[in-house]
């Protein structure tokens, strides 16, 4: 059976720094993108960040960018979100996936393009 554990998640206060982790268990997935998504109360699960398989190709969505670092670590099957400068309008539950595809693609924003989740971390960001 295939899972992905989150942790790492809690309440900060804004410009402070938390670091996700994602554990995959049941297979490896060192030749998928590995995502990180979000959801906040209200609104749709939207797009974080994306590391490739072989080669850590990296892309994040604009307002992360220069704060956020996704990264990943196949000897453990782990992938990893380092969270600094925190904001309030970072507060959401954050979901590590599996893109179905062993390559890059351009829908690696989308979220039917991965077919495994976790069930979340949520991450509070006090003002």
């Known amino acids: 059976q295939v899972q992905l554990v989150e942790s790492g998640g809690g309440l900060v206060q804004a410009g402070g720094s938390l670091r996700l982790s994602c554990v995959a268990s049941?297979?490896?997935?060192?030749?998928?993108?590995m995502g990180w998504f979000r959801q906040a109360p209200g609104k749709e699960r939207e797009f974080v960040a994306v590391v490739s398989g072989p080669d850590d190709r990296t892309s994040y969505v604009d307002s992360v960018k220069g704060r956020f670092t996704i990264a990943r670590d196949d000897a453990k099957n782990t992938v990893y979100l380092q969270m600094n400068n925190l904001r309030p309008e970072d507060t959401a539950i954050y979901f590590c996936?599996?893109?179905?595809?062993?390559?890059?693609?351009?829908?690696?924003?989308?979220?039917?393009?991965?077919?495994?989740w976790g069930r979340g971390t949520q991450v509070t960001v006090s003002s």
């Open positions: 049941g297979r490896a997935f060192a030749s998928n993108p």
């Open positions: 996936a599996a893109n179905r595809r062993l390559y890059w693609s351009n829908a690696y924003r989308d979220t039917d393009d991965y077919n495994y």
